[in-house]
């Protein structure tokens, strides 16, 4: 009677930890030549990918545009979702990130290589996006075709169908 109270709480517990969706193996430093963009007003951030420095408010969607930092838990939590969102999407929304409060872009390359991100991330070295964005981070902002943002999201997505959820209602994707 004990080994099979003992097996089925391992099968209970074993089921429970599975994954349900894939983890991205390796991150790669995107280049920004995909973004969409028209003329911005705010001081152009450099792409640590490679392309031309990109204003923040210049960005054209349909878009996600994520400010976080590797200093940043909550940020480090929901780079899964937007991982697996990508992998899921049909690719008609970017994804942008923009990494603040950072050290240098070494430390902000080395870690999109080991924590799976795979879209364009710029890099705010004075930290002129607080004036647009905010000091808050995970900070996401739902960009239209026109260049509107129509939708921001303070705070972390708890889940890849919780980005679903939001770019469908407020991206129309």
Partial sequence: MK???IGAA????LS???LTEPIPIKGEVVSCETIKVKSGKTEALECLG???PIAADA???PALVNVWGTWCAPCKRELLHFAHFLQKSDGSVQVIGIAVEEKSQA????FIESHGMTWPVLYDKSGSTRATFGMGVPVTWFIDE???VVHKKYGPFNSTKE???AVAKYLGK
């Fill in 146 to 148: 026109t260049g509107k």
């Fill in 50 to 52: 490679g392309g031309a």
């Fill in 16 to 18: 429970s930890c599975s």
């Fill in 107 to 110: 430390v902000v390359k080395k």
């Fill in 163 to 165: 980005v679903q959820l």
């Fill in 59 to 61: 960005i054209v969607g």
């Fill in 10 to 13: 391992l099968l209970v517990l």
């Fill in 3 to 5: 080994r099979i109270f």
